[in-house]
């Protein structure tokens, strides 16, 4: 969420895309953690299964979550209403759940990839999987969340293992999250036994 609000802060469109999290849960804890979620600029599409939105328009879950060529073509028409500089779709996992076939699945995510670079937008996907094969291959970066356990303690950590193009740290930084969200600690690391 911070991406996106960030984005708003610079005064820029912002369209999230939900496909697991109801909005009106995502909208309660954002708002507690001081996110404007009703800034004209940020769009908030609720594609999960039990949207409001669903039941008064039978297609609208099958045009942004059936699978992920209909993703790609719902977020060209929101792109045919507004701009939009960044994109989040949260999490990617439920769009790989669609596909019957693996080698139809990195057909499609190839083809969702080349469609946003087309769009010129920034796209932030989340993954719940540990590994996500074809998706880290495609991408421009990979930002990791991971919990250890440090000495019978739980401890955040975040680290970057790839950015296309750019060198940068791939130490595994601290993080927590508070009540205004999450917060990165340049100078903590984590260090595993």
């Given amino acids: 969420m911070h991406f996106a609000m960030a984005g708003v802060a610079n005064g820029e469109n912002v369209l999230y895309v939900t496909l697991e999290e109801p909005a009106e849960n995502l909208k309660v804890d954002m708002t507690r953690m001081g996110f404007n979620l009703r800034d004209p600029r940020f769009t908030l599409i609720d594609a999960t299964p039990t949207a409001e939105r669903y039941v008064l328009i039978s297609d609208f879950f099958e045009e942004f979550a059936a699978n992920i060529e209909k993703m790609a073509d719902a977020i060209k028409r929101q792109f ?114």
Avoid: C
């Avoid at 439920?94 to 990839?113: G, Q």
């Avoid at 946003?116 to 920034?122: G, H, N, Q, V, W």
């Fill in 80 to 193: 045919q209403e507004r701009r939009y500089t960044r994109i989040v779709i949260d999490p990617i996992t439920m769009l790989k759940m669609t596909a019957t076939k693996e080698v139809d699945y990195r057909k499609a995510f190839l083809s969702f990839v080349k469609s946003m670079i087309r769009l010129k937008t920034t796209v932030l996907l989340t993954s719940e999987l540990e590994r996500t094969d074809i998706e880290e291959y495609l991408v421009n970066g990979v930002i990791e969340l991971k919990v250890f356990e440090v000495g019978g303690r739980l401890s955040r950590g975040i680290r970057i293992t790839k950015l296309r193009g750019s060198g940068f740290d791939d130490a595994i930084r601290q993080y927590e999250i508070t009540d205004h969200g999450m917060v990165v600690y340049h100078d903590r690391m984590v260090s595993l036994p």
